[in-house]
C-alpha cells in the first residue's frame, strides 16, 4: 500500500453538515467475426457478467448499469486530469493507438475524435456497442494477456481500470513493449482499492474498510492484482521504458473539498459508488467469499451511508505511470498514473 499522498485537498467547511442530498436521482460492424461464445454470458444475482475466456473469469458486470458506472468514472478521470484524454506528452498526432480494456469505448472514441489521422483500436472481453463510431476506430472482442497479433506497433498505448483484471503485469508490459514503436508511449492509470482520510471521520476497521478488505480478498481468490497501481512504475521500468513518470492523484469522494472541480469530482465519484456498489460487491462478496445476498444487501446499506457522510472526508488515489519506448507514472482511490517511452534505439 502506498503511503504517498502528495496533494491535500482543502475542505469546504459548508459541505460538512448533513449527508450528502444534492445526487438525485444502426449498429457499426465488427471488424472481426465473433464467435457465439463471446455472447454466451453468465449471469449471477441478476447481473449480466462476461463470457468465459480460456482460463479467465472476470468479477465485475457488463451489464448496462456497469456500463453506465464505468461512463462516469471516465469523466472523473477526464476531469481530474484537467479535461486532458492522456498526461504522456505527445509530441504529435500518434498514428495508431491502442486502448487496453475500452469498457464502453468512450476514451477510444473522444481520442478518436481529438486524432482523426490516427487509427484506433479498443479491446475488451465483451463486445462494445455504442451507437456511433468514428470511422478511424474499432473494437476487438480480445483477452489482453492472450499472445499479441498486432501487424504493426503503436505510437500510443493507454490502459486504465484494469485494477483486478490482469493475473500476469510484467507480461503485459513486456508486450506493450513488444508492441511500442522506439519513441512511442505507455500510459497505465489505475487505483488504491482502499479509502484513506485527512482529519476526517473514517476510520480503519469501519464497515467501509471491511468492505475494502473483503473485496481485495475476493479479487485476490481469482489470482489478479486488485492494487497494481503502487507497483506500475517499477514494472514499466522493468520492460524497458525510459523517461518514466508516476503521478499520484487523490480523488475526494462526496462534495466536501473546497476546490470548485474537486467537488466535482468528489460528486461523481460517490454517484458511481453509490450506483455502482451492488455491481462492485455482488461477485466477490458472494460467490467468492461466501456472504449470503440478504446479508450482503443489509452490508452494504451500512456502506452506503458511510460513503455519503461527509464528515468521512473520504479519499482514494489514483496512479498515472507514463514511460517512453524510452517512460513516464500516476494515482487513483488515490490514483496513480504512470506514463514512460520506448527508446529510440
Request: glycine share 6%; aromatic share 12%.
Amino acid at each position: 500500500m502506498a503511503e504517498l499522498h502528495t496533494e491535500l485537498i482543502e475542505i469546504d467547511p459548508n459541505a460538512l453538515d448533513g449527508t450528502e442530498s444534492a445526487l438525485g436521482e444502426d449498429a457499426q460492424s465488427y471488424t472481426t467475426s465473433l464467435k457465439s461464445s463471446i455472447l454466451e454470458y453468465k449471469y449471477e444475482n441478476g447481473r449480466r457478467y462476461h463470457a468465459e475466456m480460456r482460463d479467465k473469469s472476470y468479477w465485475l458486470p457488463n451489464d448496462e448499469s456497469e456500463l453506465d458506472r464505468l461512463d462516469i468514472c471516465h469523466h472523473i478521470v477526464l476531469r481530474r486530469c484537467d479535461d486532458k484524454l492522456h498526461l504522456a506528452p505527445l509530441d504529435k498526432a500518434p498514428q495508431r493507438i491502442l486502448d487496453i480494456g475500452t469498457g464502453t469505448g468512450v476514451w477510444a472514441i473522444e481520442a478518436a475524435d481529438e486524432y482523426p489521422s490516427s487509427e484506433v483500436i479498443g479491446n475488451d472481453l465483451s463486445p462494445v456497442r455504442p451507437s456511433f463510431v468514428p470511422q478511424n476506430v474499432k473494437f476487438e472482442v480480445d483477452d489482453v494477456e492472450a499472445d499479441w497479433l498486432y501487424s504493426s506497433p503503436f505510437d500510443y498505448i493507454h490502459c486504465r481500470f484494469m485494477a483486478g483484471a490482469i493475473k500476469n503485469w510484467p507480461r503485459l508490459m513486456r508486450q506493450c513493449f513488444a508492441n511500442t514503436k522506439p519513441g512511442g508511449w505507455v500510459e497505465f492509470q489505475d487505483f488504491e482499492m482502499r479509502f484513506y482520510t485527512n482529519g476526517g471521520d473514517f476510520k480503519q476497521g469501519s464497515p467501509l474498510d471491511v468492505w475494502c478488505t473483503e473485496l481485495i480478498e475476493g479479487i485476490m481468490s481469482l489470482g489478479m492484482d486488485p492494487e497494481p497501481g503502487p507497483k506500475l512504475k517499477g514494472w514499466v521500468e522493468d520492460a524497458g521504458f525510459v523517461n518514466v513518470t508516476h503521478k499520484l492523484l487523490p480523488i475526494p469522494t462526496g462534495t466536501w473539498p473546497k476546490d470548485r472541480r474537486l467537488k466535482d469530482v468528489g460528486a461523481f465519484d460517490l454517484i458511481q459508488f453509490l450506483e455502482g456498489l451492488e455491481g462492485l460487491s455482488m461477485r466477490p462478496f458472494t460467490t467468492l467469499r461466501g456472504w449470503k445476498y440478504d446479508k450482503l444487501l443489509v452490508f452494504l446499506a451500512t456502506i452506503r451511508a458511510e460513503l455519503k457522510n461527509p464528515r468521512m472526508r473520504l479519499q482514494h488515489n489514483m496512479e498515472v505511470p507514463t514511460a517512453l519506448f524510452l517512460v513516464f507514472d500516476a494515482n487513483w482511490l488515490c490514483r496513480h498514473v504512470v506514463y514512460a517511452q520506448k527508446p529510440f534505439k
